[in-house]
């Protein structure tokens, strides 16, 4: 089939090989402009994009497709059988969803109609979710509304992180689109229950810091939740410090104070949790400094039991 394929992050990365690797014919990719990155703020590709670009492919690249006049266009001129969308980040007007003859098909890293939006994997994880997927839509414009054509469940793992968990999905996401194609003049749409939804908004930034007067489960799902952006993140004597990995120790200490540093250990910092439970904290990164194990960044930091984690 002729494609014209919308994605930006890493994530829509399988998609897009699997596609090519199985003979489609990817004739157009449609991804977000490059932006400042990294401390030089210089101009950066997405992912889609190098990917596009190393694979002779064109690309497109709308600052804001729903008011690029040229948009509708560019799609027509590259005669599409079908869209297919991958974490593209805007949503696409009607008239190019609707232009090629099989339409638009998105993939989307949730059991739709749960987690509408742009964080369903991080979503899931901070709400403790035992199991998470991938659905195929059929797009509209409203916000992954479409009909389901297809849905695979996987469970998440207990010490499964956003990004690690994302990862898996879009392999899942690739397989469960291309099997949809194969089947896609005689599948099946199936409405969703618009009843049973819910929406997974982008993690804002206060939504990462740590409350230590939460239980170290709770602590466990926004560190793992939060790993790779924008990073789940406490304070120590002023300092801000991102938690990059821990482990809720499933015990009880009573009489602690949260964010109490109960011990430390060549294994990481023992930290009192909501509830007298007890969080590790395994491995940190300072702000502006490399992530390091916990237990190297005390010997530099002084830290030693008694100390606490700031909640202000």
Do not use: C
Request: glycine content about 10%.
């Amino acid at each position: 089939m002729r494609i014209v394929f919308f994605g930006s992050p890493a994530a829509a990365l399988p998609t897009l090989g699997r596609l090519i690797g199985a003979g489609h014919a990817v004739v157009l990719v449609v991804t977000q402009p490059d932006k400042p990155a990294g401390r030089g703020r210089r101009l950066a590709s997405s992912p889609v994009k190098a990917f596009a670009l190393e694979h002779g492919i064109p690309t497109f690249e709308p600052a804001r497709i729903r008011k690029d006049e040229s948009a509708l266009g560019r799609v027509h001129e590259a005669r599409p059988d079908v869209n297919v969308v991958v974490a593209y980040g805007q949503i696409i007007p009607g008239p190019i969803i609707d232009l090629p003859r099989r339409h638009s098909l998105n993939v989307h890293f949730s059991l739709l109609p749960k987690y509408r939006g742009a964080a369903p994997v991080a979503r899931a994880i901070l709400a403790g979710d035992p199991e998470s997927g991938v659905t195929v839509i059929e797009l509209n414009e409203k916000m992954d509304e479409g009909d389901i054509l297809a849905k695979v469940r996987t469970p998440v793992g207990p010490r499964e992180t956003a990004s690690e968990l994302e990862a898996r999905l879009a392999g899942l996401g690739a397989d469960l689109l291309l099997e949809t194609l194969e089947r896609i003049d005689t599948v099946g749409r199936i409405p969703q229950d618009h009843s049973l939804a819910t929406l997974a908004p982008k993690i804002r930034v206060e939504e990462a810091r740590i409350d230590w007067t939460e239980t170290a489960e709770k602590v466990d799902r926004r560190v793992r939740a939060m790993s790779s952006r924008p990073g789940a993140f406490t304070f120590f004597r002023g300092r801000r410090l991102i938690v990059r990995r821990g482990l809720n120790l499933d015990v009880r200490k009573p009489g602690v104070r949260p964010g109490e540093v109960l011990a430390v250990r060549k294994e990481g910092i023992r930290t009192a949790g909501g509830e007298a439970t007890i969080y590790l904290i395994e491995s940190l990164q300072p702000e502006g400094k490399t992530a390091m194990t916990a237990h190297a960044f005390s010997l530099g930091a002084g830290i030693a039991p008694g100390a606490a984690f700031e909640n202000e």
